[in-house]
């Protein structure tokens, strides 16, 4: 079992910058892809960024060049630095762990209960 607790969201501007965090409990955080969805009011949650155990990231088309996802193995944390961020960002920022790679929401078998991202222009 993993549970998750994220943090770091807020209000901010357009261009500004933030950075969510994702601690995890559990022994074997370091074997588990994490990754950030996302999702909007009365819109379908969506994949932001994941990164597997070996360190490799993937990206969101309408994230890469903004948005790194990082993770330390021996905090048991993943971070989600976003940058220049714009209105079309707001959302509920939700950190997942899956036991295989993928960017479908329903490979995740763990979730945090949100963080609430809003960009005001």
């Known amino acids: 079992q993993v549970q998750l607790v994220e943090s770091g969201g807020g209000l901010v501007q357009a261009g500004d910058s933030l950075r969510l965090s994702c601690s995890a409990s559990?022994?074997?955080?370091?074997?588990?892809?994490m990754a950030w969805f996302r999702q909007a009011p009365g819109k379908d949650r969506e994949f932001v960024a994941r990164?597997?155990?070996?360190?490799?990231?993937y990206y969101a088309d309408f994230v890469k060049g903004r948005f790194t996802i990082s993770r330390d193995n021996a905090k048991n944390t993943v971070y989600l630095q976003m940058n220049n961020l714009k209105p079309e960002d707001t959302a509920v920022y939700y950190c997942a762990a899956a036991q295989r790679d993928s960017y479908i929401s329903g490979a995740y078998n763990y979730w945090g209960q949100g963080t609430q991202v809003t960009v005001s222009s």
């Open positions: 990164i597997i155990r070996t360190g490799f990231r």
């Open positions: 559990g022994r074997t955080f370091s074997t588990y892809t």
